[in-house]
């Protein structure tokens, strides 16, 4: 009916339809006839899909009001006859073309694809051509349709008997494996979709039938067509937390599908066919490797009464999560795939190809298998650390101006997260290398996980203790970090988190950077001016004084380094004549029952005694000694003289010199002004 498309033709047609969406019938013809696997080259089929999209998007943003439909009816009207003339065509080669034709425009615009595959007589022709004359080809290219149409319920719905039977049969097929796939995948999305449509249903499930007939396909070194439609079908399957668990426990299949990675050479060029295994695997891969959704209580309630809906019975059994899909069991999953040697993969996928897909997949995967924090030194061996830094950076550089406003809404947060796990149990330089221009360049997301607004409270105390560790590095580093827009606002909100880890994460944090840099050592009354200085200073006493020990020592190691300026001193004074807790708060710190901690934590105790005792110097000090005769009866009425001189005295302390040396002067002075 037409002859092949080339790439020159399709080139010009490219230009055409980039400039306007009108084509003449034998442009049409010739768009539609390019899709023809077996007459088309990569070039040919990459491009032909670029026109089609182009085409289909140019449409819709032409369509008065946004309308969708009538834009669905306007691609369908400059399609639909040729398909259906190639479709009821008595030669093979022609049902071929208008087959391949409709599978790509599935996945280009599904909702005109539907609708000429639901027209009248459209899909009795299609089963007709097939039982008469069956040849691999034809009996591919229905079994791709069909599997490209049972993902969408409009389309599940209208899919007779009879293609269900014919699917049915050829799964079996050994004559021909890339068929035999293609039905096996469409029958996984049709049991798959019929089972979502109607979670009552108790049809029979044949997932692990399906399975079975895939894994085989997979595991014998059949052509890349075949391979592909087997993989996608196993990444249907392996939302099945039964099939996910028998696959993580197959070495060999763990393997084989590894190395699939090599039906590629890196020099080649990208085909849909290579695009589509890559996408498969890591699918595979993100399914086995995935932990539960952490549900807040309110959303586990919502879940719950969803579920009893579904039901219909008010019963929850039904409905229940797997044990499969336990803490326990996935992480068992991700070990055993980490032994299989997992880890190769992600780097091997990202120079492949950078696709949106592809780059989820892998960060989702590396989140679930960081989770486990024995797994991190081994992603790091591997250099996992470098993958995630290469996702982030193609995530923020593909929402560069204009489309900045959209990374406010939308955030890539899964490899975001790992990277964070990994530098808050390793150094910065394990997880950056020396390179201090990585850690500068993991600032942004870090903080932009802290601020955004759907970040979880777990994804902002991730990030906050990434920022911690990253802060200690160096005094530029902490300078960067408290310039980042909105972080140092959104950590004091956290100071006021009413749970322990998230406040103890957002004191060190700021420990960390009043004494990196300036500009927050000021915020917080480092400077002359004090203004609203005060607030702060008073948070950061009441930390001093919380039964969380890692949140004591942060927030007195922030006094003792505030403490180093006249201003910060004068406001403490301040509050100590209008409030009278700052003394006391200091006894506490260095009293030898408090630093005699009970659960033997005898390294926290001797931190608390050295910022309590530098406090005290530093503060006294700072005072004129007006002001020091002025609290000398408050600094006894709290105990503070006794404390300092048990730690003059304590033998456990002896052995802390500079301790026991800045208590004495701290005691000299104190009775000094006295007098």
């Not at 890539?412 to 990994?422: C, G, H, N, T």
């Amino acid at each position: 009916m037409s002859s092949d498309p080339t790439t020159s033709s399709l080139n010009q047609l490219l230009a055409k339809v980039q400039a306007s969406s009108s084509l003449l019938p034998t442009e049409v013809l010739c768009l539609i006839s390019s899709f023809r696997s077996k007459h088309s080259t990569a070039s040919v089929h990459s491009t032909a899909y670029l026109i089609l999209s182009s085409l289909c998007q140019s449409l819709r943003s032409k369509a008065k009001g946004g309308d969708h439909d009538a834009a669905t009816m306007d691609i369908v009207r400059i399609f639909q006859d040729s398909v259906v003339n190639f479709v009821g065509d008595t030669e093979e080669q022609a049902i071929i073309t208008g087959l391949s034709f409709l599978s790509a425009l599935f996945q280009v615009d599904w909702d005109s694809a539907s609708m000429i595959l639901l027209q009248e007589g459209v899909i009795d022709n299609i089963m007709d051509n097939v039982d008469l004359s069956p040849s691999a080809d034809l009996a591919y290219e229905t079994a791709h349709l069909i599997g490209q149409a049972c993902g969408h319920k409009k389309c599940r719905t209208h899919l007779t008997p009879r293609v269900n039977l014919w699917l049915e049969s050829e799964v079996t097929n050994t004559q021909n494996q890339r068929v035999a796939a293609a039905a096996t995948v469409a029958l996984v999305k049709l049991q798959k979709g019929a089972s979502a449509d109607d979670p009552v249903n108790e049809a029979p499930d044949k997932s692990d039938a399906l399975a079975q007939n895939l894994k085989s396909i997979i595991m014998t070194n059949g052509e890349l067509s075949s391979m592909v439609e087997a993989i996608e079908g196993m990444a249907y399957l392996t939302i099945d937390p039964a099939i996910k668990e028998t696959l993580s426990r197959d070495p060999a299949f763990l393997k084989r599908i590894f190395s699939l990675f090599s039906y590629r050479k890196l020099n080649s060029p990208v085909t849909s066919g290579n695009l589509s295994l890559v996408y498969g695997v890591l699918s595979i891969i993100t399914n086995i490797t995935s932990y539960r959704p952490r549900l807040s209580e309110e959303q586990s309630q919502v879940e719950k009464l969803k579920s009893m809906t579904k039901s219909g019975k008010g019963s929850l059994s039904a409905q229940e999560p797997s044990i499969l899909d336990s803490d326990d069991h996935v992480r068992a999953r991700v070990r055993r795939l980490i032994d299989a040697g997992v880890l190769p993969v992600f780097s091997a996928a990202m120079s492949q190809t950078n696709s949106r897909g592809v780059r989820l997949n892998v960060g989702k995967a590396l989140l679930s298998i960081v989770e486990d924090k024995e797994n991190r030194g081994k992603v790091l061996q591997a250099g996992g650390a470098r993958v995630l830094q290469n996702l982030i950076k193609e995530s923020r550089e593909s929402c560069e101006p204009p489309n900045r406003e959209l990374m406010r809404n939308v955030i890539d947060v899964e490899p975001i997260q790992a990277l964070a796990k990994l530098s808050i149990t390793s150094s910065p330089v394990q997880v950056f290398g020396p390179n201090v221009g990585a850690m500068i360049d993991a600032i942004p997301p870090f903080s932009h996980m802290v601020t955004h607004p759907s970040s979880n409270l777990l994804q902002r105390f991730e990030g906050t203790m990434a920022l911690t560790n990253i802060a200690s590095y160096s005094t530029d580093l902490a300078t960067r970090i408290a310039k980042a827009d909105g972080l140092i606002n959104k950590v004091e909100l956290l100071l006021l988190e009413d749970h322990v880890l998230v406040q103890r994460a957002s004191m060190e944090l700021i420990c960390n950077l009043i004494a990196g840099s300036d500009e927050i050592f000021e915020r917080y009354g480092g400077g002359d001016t004090l203004g609203s200085a005060m607030s702060k200073l008073q948070v950061v006493l009441a930390l001093s004084d919380v039964d969380d020990l890692p949140t004591r020592l942060a927030a007195s190691g922030a006094l003792a380094t505030l403490t180093t300026s006249p201003g910060a001193c004068r406001a403490l004074l301040a509050l100590q004549l209008d409030r009278h807790r700052f003394l006391p708060m200091l006894a506490q710190l260095i009293s030898p029952s408090e630093s005699t901690d009970s659960s033997g934590q005898a390294q926290h105790a001797s931190g608390l005694l050295h910022r309590g005792v530098v406090c005290i110097l530093n503060f006294l000090v700072a005072l004129y000694s007006d002001a020091r005769k002025s609290i000398f009866k408050e600094a006894k009425d709290a105990g503070l003289i006794e404390s300092l001189a048990d730690v003059t005295e304590n033998p456990s302390v002896k052995t802390n010199e500079p301790i026991q040396r800045t208590a004495a002067q701290a005691l000299k002075i104190l009775m000094d002004s006295g007098k």
